[in-house]
């Protein structure tokens, strides 16, 4: 039996355990110094911006498609295996274009790629988009894109039902538990093996080692030897409260302008969000008030009404960004055999995590081998 050991547990950790305890002949350790969905997932505002983004072929769009399907099947089968309820916004998301002379035309162009590659998009006029989302001032707005298949979700509540259907599944999770070195050898030329981690908990040993461990795999890295290189970017929300919703109660898609999200979480409460803040001098990032004004003053430029919503709280998570490559990083750590790395996702790793956890199965079990509980 094949030995699996997860360092990690935001949602793309999560995620890799539900998708590898379906598969016959593997145990499966997952490690994490803090309770799940503590660090960026837990500050995620989790929409899901698959369809209606501009990429459109290659790796990054082929991730992001299978992520929106597998997203339709996941959460049903996650909420009849756990009894838990994950909000699931299935109104789709609902993009507004204040510049209409060159967006118009690569929207166009989108919508007809998308078309022919199977998904749906639509144009609004500042017609149509007044009448479904009366909430929308359109005096600034060209018109939107509408986007009937793309989603958003509650990333913690998504995180603590995938590590309990894995639980179900026969995976341990260990909390509270953080890895302190590693013992390797060489077994070729160029390349080495990791045998065990050291950890607060003593030695743990493993066939693989799966990094995803955002901000963390940068030191987890570095006592391999091969630092991944991962930087912070704060990001900061706030949820408010209205006494009712926006616009058409039965019609609640999640808006979002000038990279300014309006997610609406039900009962009249919206999340608003999110900066991006990036560090000044070393890695400290203290949170800029004016940045989440600034958000808050665009959300209410877009919904005016929202200016007589109450603040009810306001949170801020870090987010792992890789420095000087692509986000995200998933593939064979370099000159290892055995580790695998699924971090630096960056702002999308609620997007992105289905199929990081399909990439991941790949690499381990190669073509869907011994699939099956």
Request: proline share 6%; net charge negative.
């Amino acid at each position: 039996m094949s030995h699996v050991v997860i360092i990690g547990c935001g949602v793309v950790g999560a995620a890799i355990a539900y998708e590898l305890s379906h598969v016959k002949g593997l145990k499966i350790t997952v490690f994490d110094r803090q309770p799940p969905a503590q660090a960026s997932t837990g500050a995620a505002l989790g929409v899901l911006m698959g369809v209606i983004s501009q990429k459109i072929k290659g790796k990054a769009w082929q991730m992001r498609q299978i992520s929106i399907q597998r997203y339709e099947t996941l959460i049903p089968e996650l909420e009849t295996l756990t009894n838990r309820q994950i909000p699931f916004n299935r109104q789709g998301i609902l993009m507004l274009l204040s510049d209409v002379s060159e967006e118009i035309s690569a929207w166009e162009k989108l919508v007809e790629t998308r078309h022919s590659q199977g998904w749906e998009l639509e144009i609004w006029d500042t017609g149509k988009l007044k009448n479904i989302c009366p909430q929308v001032n359109c005096e600034k707005i060209t018109g939107a894109v509408y986007s009937p298949q793309d989603r958003q979700l509650d990333p913690t509540a998504l995180t603590l039902a995938l590590v309990e259907a894995a639980q179900h599944n026969g995976v341990t999770f260990k909390f509270g538990v953080a890895v302190l070195d590693s013992e390797t050898s060489i077994i070729e030329s160029s390349l080495q093996c990791c045998h065990h981690l050291e950890t607060t908990e003593g030695k743990i040993a493993a066939d693989w080692f799966v990094v995803s461990a955002g901000l963390g795999s940068t030191p987890l890295t570095a006592k391999l030897n091969q630092q991944i290189d991962i930087r912070p970017v704060l990001g900061q929300a706030l949820q408010v409260h209205l006494e009712h919703p926006l616009g058409n109660p039965d019609f609640q898609p999640a808006i979002t302008g000038n990279d300014v999200h309006i997610v609406p979480v039900g009962g009249g409460d919206y999340w608003l969000g999110a900066t991006v803040e990036f560090p000044t001098n070393g890695d400290e990032i203290p949170p800029n008030q004016q940045l989440l004004e600034f958000v808050r003053e665009q959300a209410i430029a877009f919904c005016p009404e929202l200016a007589t919503a109450s603040i009810v709280r306001t949170w801020s998570g870090l987010r792992p960004r890789p420095e000087g490559r692509p986000a995200p990083v998933i593939g064979q750590l370099p000159g290892f055999s055995n580790v695998l790395l699924a971090t630096g996702h960056y702002r999308n790793g609620v997007l992105l995590a289905p199929a990081t956890a399909h990439a991941i199965r790949e690499m381990i079990i190669p073509q869907g081998q011994g699939h099956g509980a």
